[in-house]
């Protein structure tokens, strides 16, 4: 998403508020509302967040556990910490919850949207990071099995190495599917085969 859609989309975020109803909560969810986000307010810190969900503001003490006890890594919202104060502890607890943002409490209106839009975008940027790193991690992959696949063949039809990845795209193109498909047909044909020929030599 560009900049400025998320911009314009921020009326529609939908943001959880894991903090206490004190004042700074309070003050933080009029603000949020203001903005034009739709703001659920949760305490104690569950387990499991509100869905669906944009983004989260959670109040950050020295243990993460204890904070922010959800598994971050199985949602993909932005996370913006609230600290009371920065010493060393909150320091290490504020790197250690890869927050995209912070607050220092007492809440001041100023920061939130600015927090809130650095966050989102930050979070916008990790995704489509971590979308290339699993589609460059499929081409190894799938790259590495036509390799291997391409020496089976080799090996068991004495062929060279040009004939047999050809062999590989031929049956890829002829069957319509990505040439991972046929690569790893060969392999696990070939391991069933291996297999049935030690169960073979056992029995015998």
């Known amino acids: 998403m560009s900049t400025s859609s998320l911009i314009q989309n921020l009326r529609n975020t939908r943001v959880a508020v894991v903090h206490p109803r004190d004042q700074d909560g309070e ?3 009029r603000q949020l509302q203001r903005i034009g986000c739709q703001v659920q307010m949760v305490w104690p810190p569950p387990v499991q967040l509100p869905q669906p969900l944009d983004a ?3 109040l950050l003490d020295r243990d993460t556990k204890s904070s922010m006890p959800w598994r971050m890594a199985d949602l993909q919202i932005a ?4 600290v009371d104060y920065e010493n060393p ?3 290490k607890a504020l790197l250690d919850s890869s927050a995209h943002g912070v607050l220092v409490r007492p809440i001041r209106a100023s920061g939130v949207l600015s927090n ?3 966050a989102l975008s930050m979070r916008g940027y990790e995704s489509r990071l971590l979308a290339k790193i699993t589609k460059l991690e499929d081409t190894l992959r799938t790259r590495r099995e036509i390799e291997k696949a391409t020496r089976l063949l ?5 062929l060279s190495e040009d004939d047999a990845y050809q062999f590989i795209r031929k049956q890829a ?3 319509r599917v990505p040439m991972g498909t046929i690569a790893g047909s ?3 044909a070939h391991a069933m085969l291996a297999e049935l020929s030690r169960d073979g030599e056992v029995e015998k």
């Open 27 to 29: 003050d933080l969810v």
């Open 56 to 58: 989260v503001f959670f």
């Open 79 to 82: 996370h913006i910490a609230i």
């Open 89 to 91: 502890t909150v320091l």
């Open 116 to 118: 809130l839009v650095l």
């Open 154 to 158: 080799m090996s068991l039809r004495n």
């Open 173 to 175: 193109t002829a069957k």
């Open 186 to 188: 060969i392999i696990n």
